[in-house]
C-alpha cells in the first residue's frame, strides 16, 4: 500500500495516461484558487429557505399538502402506485384490489338493498314493514356468508403468491372494499369482472 510502484507499473501507468483524453494539460493552471474545506462543504449542502413570517411558512405548507392531495387523487383515478396512499401502496394489497375486483359479490349491492328496505319500512303499511325487516335479516345474513367466503378464498391466494411476506390487515382491506359499489372504488378498478388478478 506504501511501497513504490515498480518501473514497470510506471511506465504502464505513464502510457494509460497519455491514451486517455484531457481537458487541460496537466501542468496548466485551472484557472480559479482551490475553494476552503469549509466553502466547499457548504456548497455541498443545499439550503433550506424559511420564511421569515408565519404567515408565509403556512402558505407555503398548504400549497405543499395541496400539491401531495392532488397527486394522491389524480392516482387514486389512475392506479399510479408512486403517490397512492400508504394504506393502498405495495403488491400485496394490489393483489387483494385485483382479487376483490374481479369477482361479483353481494355486499357491493348493500347500501342500494339498505336504500330500499329503509323506504319499505317507512310505509305504514304492517305487511310491508315485515317484509322489509326479513328482507334486511336476510340480505345481512347472506352478505356475511360472502364475507367468509371471500376472505378464506383471499387468505388462501394471499399464502400461496405472497408467502413470508407481510399480509397483516390485507384481508379486512378486501372485505371493506367489497362494501363500496364497483364504481366508486378507489383506486379505481384495473380489472374486470371474471379475469384472473
Same mark, same amino acid.
Given at each position: 500500500?506504501?511501497?513504490?510502484?515498480?518501473?514497470?507499473?510506471?511506465?504502464?501507468? !505513464?502510457?494509460?495516461?497519455?491514451? !486517455?483524453?484531457? #481537458?487541460?494539460?496537466?501542468?496548466?493552471?485551472?484557472?480559479?484558487? !482551490?475553494?476552503?474545506?469549509?466553502?466547499?462543504? #457548504?456548497?455541498?449542502? !443545499?439550503?433550506? %429557505? @424559511?420564511?421569515?413570517?408565519?404567515?408565509?411558512?403556512?402558505?407555503?405548507?398548504?400549497?405543499?399538502?395541496?400539491?401531495?392531495?392532488?397527486?394522491?387523487?389524480?392516482?387514486?383515478?389512475?392506479?399510479?402506485?408512486?403517490? &397512492?396512499?400508504?394504506?393502498?401502496?405495495? *403488491?400485496?394489497?394490489?393483489? #387483494?384490489?385485483?382479487? /376483490?375486483? =374481479?369477482?361479483? =359479490?353481494?355486499?357491493?349491492?348493500?347500501?342500494? #338493498?339498505?336504500?330500499?328496505?329503509? /323506504?319499505?319500512? +317507512?310505509?305504514?303499511?304492517?305487511?310491508?314493514? &315485515?317484509? =322489509?325487516?326479513?328482507?334486511? &335479516? $336476510?340480505?345481512? @345474513?347472506? %352478505? +356475511?356468508?360472502?364475507?367468509?367466503?371471500?376472505?378464506?378464498?383471499?387468505?388462501?391466494?394471499?399464502?400461496?403468491?405472497?408467502?413470508?411476506?407481510?399480509?397483516?390487515? /390485507? %384481508?379486512?382491506?378486501?372485505?371493506?372494499?367489497? $362494501?363500496?359499489?364497483?364504481? &366508486?372504488?378507489? *383506486?379505481?378498478?384495473?380489472?374486470?369482472?371474471?379475469?384472473?388478478?
Amino acid at each position: 500500500m506504501f511501497r513504490r510502484r515498480s518501473d514497470d507499473a510506471a511506465a504502464s501507468a !505513464t502510457v494509460l495516461e497519455d491514451e !486517455t483524453p484531457q #481537458a487541460r494539460h496537466p501542468q496548466a493552471k485551472k484557472g480559479r484558487p !482551490t475553494p476552503k474545506r469549509s466553502e466547499a462543504e #457548504a456548497n455541498r449542502r !443545499t439550503r433550506v %429557505v @424559511v420564511p421569515k413570517d408565519r404567515k408565509e411558512a403556512s402558505r407555503q405548507a398548504r400549497e405543499r399538502m395541496r400539491g401531495e392531495r392532488e397527486k394522491q387523487r389524480q392516482a387514486l383515478i389512475d392506479g399510479d402506485e408512486r403517490h &397512492l396512499p400508504a394504506r393502498d401502496k405495495g *403488491p400485496v394489497r394490489k393483489f #387483494a384490489r385485483d382479487y /376483490v375486483d =374481479s369477482r361479483w =359479490s353481494l355486499a357491493e349491492f348493500f347500501l342500494p #338493498a339498505a336504500v330500499v328496505i329503509l /323506504v319499505l319500512s +317507512i310505509v305504514k303499511v304492517p305487511a310491508l314493514q &315485515l317484509l =322489509s325487516t326479513l328482507l334486511f &335479516l $336476510l340480505f345481512f @345474513v347472506l %352478505v +356475511i356468508l360472502d364475507f367468509v367466503r371471500l376472505g378464506l378464498g383471499l387468505r388462501k391466494q394471499l399464502g400461496e403468491r405472497f408467502a413470508g411476506q407481510n399480509t397483516r390487515g /390485507v %384481508v379486512a382491506y378486501g372485505i371493506m372494499r367489497t $362494501l363500496q359499489m364497483r364504481r &366508486l372504488r378507489l *383506486p379505481k378498478p384495473q380489472v374486470r369482472r371474471g379475469e384472473k388478478p
